[in-house]
């Protein structure tokens, strides 16, 4: 298996820009999950998904930020509009066992907001 | 709320040495800890995870100990390598699948 697999790896967009971040989980996995790695805040849970179901979403900052999973093999994470402090690198990670100790991380999304 | 802090930001080992990676912890009511690498430029990867009920957990070259009294929970790496050169993170679960990481530490494998 190849992995998680986020595109892009990097984006650099404007300010007010819509922005769409992918993420293909590891087969068979049922679980799957959106973080945010920043400096200042480190790695922050957005939102987790089980079975293409979102089971929490409190992590998501704002209405500005939504995420799909229209089926067990795809997921979006989407930023309408963008701005400059949501620079971070996001993570998607998946996961097969109810309590994911073990969660797969894909190589990010390097998100720039100029 | 759910809080996980590091005692260390950095951790300089001479390359052999046994190295100690510490975290603290406030919420008791985690079912699991776990430990995290993250290398450069990578997503973190899963090293090793303890149980509430335990207290010790061994893997390859890695020791977990978890001491519940103090909330404290460490991560022991033997003969350190230049590989292990990456930022660990240790995770609690809590609220479901919620995991919440700590600050990081990044450890410093000197040759």
């Known amino acids: 298996d190849a992995g998680v697999i986020q595109s892009p790896r990097h984006e650099v967009t404007e300010m007010g820009q819509e922005v769409t971040l992918r993420c293909k989980p590891i087969?068979?996995?049922?679980?799957l999950f959106w973080y945010r790695q920043t400096m200042m805040r480190g790695l922050e849970l957005l939102i987790y998904?089980?079975?293409?179901?979102?089971?929490?979403d409190s992590g998501m900052p704002e209405d500005r930020f939504s995420a799909k999973m229209p089926n067990a093999s795809f997921s979006t994470l989407k930023i309408q509009p963008s701005e400059p402090r949501d620079s971070a690198v996001y993570f998607c990670?998946?996961?097969?066992?109810?309590?994911?100790?073990?969660?797969?991380f894909g190589q990010g999304t390097r998100l720039t907001v100029v | 709320g759910e809080s996980v802090g590091l005692h260390l930001p950095t951790l300089s080992v001479q390359e052999g040495d046994n190295s100690i990676i510490n975290c603290a912890y406030s919420?008791?009511?985690?079912?699991?800890f776990i430990w995290y690498k993250q290398e450069s430029g990578k997503g973190p990867q899963f090293i090793i995870d303890?149980?509430?009920?335990?207290d010790k957990r061994q893997g390859q070259r890695v020791t977990v100990l978890l001491n519940k009294t103090v909330k404290h929970l460490s991560l022991q790496i033997a003969a350190t390598q230049p590989g292990d050169s990456a930022v660990y993170f240790c995770?609690?679960?809590?609220?479901?699948?919620?995991?919440?990481f700590g600050t990081g530490t990044q450890l410093k494998v000197e040759l």
């Open positions: 990670a998946s996961s097969s066992t109810p309590l994911n100790t073990e969660a797969f």
């Open positions: 087969s068979g996995h049922n679980s």
């Open positions: 998904f089980n079975n293409n179901v979102p089971i929490d």
């Open positions: 919420n008791s009511a985690s079912d699991y």
């Open positions: 303890i149980r509430s009920n335990m």
């Open positions: 995770a609690l679960t809590g609220g479901g699948n919620k995991l919440t």
